[in-house]
């Protein structure tokens, strides 16, 4: 069965602090693995890592995959109040038999909680 | 342009009942996932509708079914509904790979 497991469950840092959210994973016919951001309701896109090693950046997050080892990072610099959510790891499996096809396993998320 | 859309906002059923939860994706997207998040969990998959068909099941019971239309919308219905089934689900739509969620529907069975 896919697994996604997500450490820490829960960080409270102040703003300006950087932070390491991880994800590890075991998935039959790997794709891709995504981070998200859900801050109420819709879990809203940040990154799809395909291949090793090769960090993607976006303002003050970044993120790499490690298919040897089976995980991810993500990382904040700078934190900001805003950035306080819940980041999800997804990993996309191709659906068996079908190309086309593609699910989503979640890990169960990571609260972060930034204070002023 | 707009985004995925899902109907109702909130709802609220008793124990037995049956429900019927609705996506629309966004323009251009064929293909329609379905997922259940359970209060401070990740969300999981129930199924995925591409071409009306359902492409790819969850782990879930019969009791949750779907329907494709032919403009790509969707339904989610849940029969005999169970406290358990209380979750925000969501909906997301894609085309190729990238799956864009929508707001997602919270329902409250008591």
């Known amino acids: 069965e896919d697994k996604v497991v997500q450490s820490p469950l829960s960080l409270v840092v102040h703003e300006g602090d950087t932070v390491t959210l991880n994800c590890s994973y075991e998935?039959?016919?790997?794709?891709?693995l995504l981070w998200y951001k859900q801050e109420k309701k819709a879990p809203t896109f940040l990154f799809m890592l395909?291949?090793?090693?090769i960090e993607k950046k976006s303002g003050r997050l970044s993120s790499i995959l490690d298919k040897k080892e089976l995980f991810s990072i993500l990382n904040i610099t700078a934190t900001q109040t805003g950035d306080s959510a819940v980041y999800l790891c997804a990993v996309e499996a191709r659906i068996m038999n079908n190309n086309a096809g593609n699910m989503l396993t979640f890990g169960g998320g990571t609260r972060l909680m930034v204070k002023p | 342009d707009a985004g995925v859309t899902q109907s109702p906002t909130h709802l609220i059923k008793t124990r037995g009942q049956q429900v019927t939860l609705r996506c629309s994706p966004k323009?251009?997207?064929?293909?329609v996932s379905w997922y259940q998040q359970a209060l401070g969990q990740g969300p999981q998959f129930i199924f995925q509708?591409?071409?009306?068909?359902?492409?790819q099941r969850g782990n879930f019971p019969d009791r949750f079914s779907g329907h494709q239309f032919p403009n790509y919308s969707s339904e989610l219905n849940v029969n005999a509904l169970l406290l358990g089934d209380s979750a925000l689900y969501l909906c997301?739509?894609?085309?190729?790979?990238?799956?864009?969620f929508g707001p997602g529907t919270r329902l409250t069975v008591l």
């Open positions: 997301a739509s894609s085309l190729f790979n990238e799956q864009f």
């Open positions: 323009s251009g997207h064929d293909t």
């Open positions: 998935v039959t016919n790997f794709r891709s």
């Open positions: 509708y591409y071409e009306e068909e359902e492409r």
């Open positions: 395909t291949s090793s090693g």
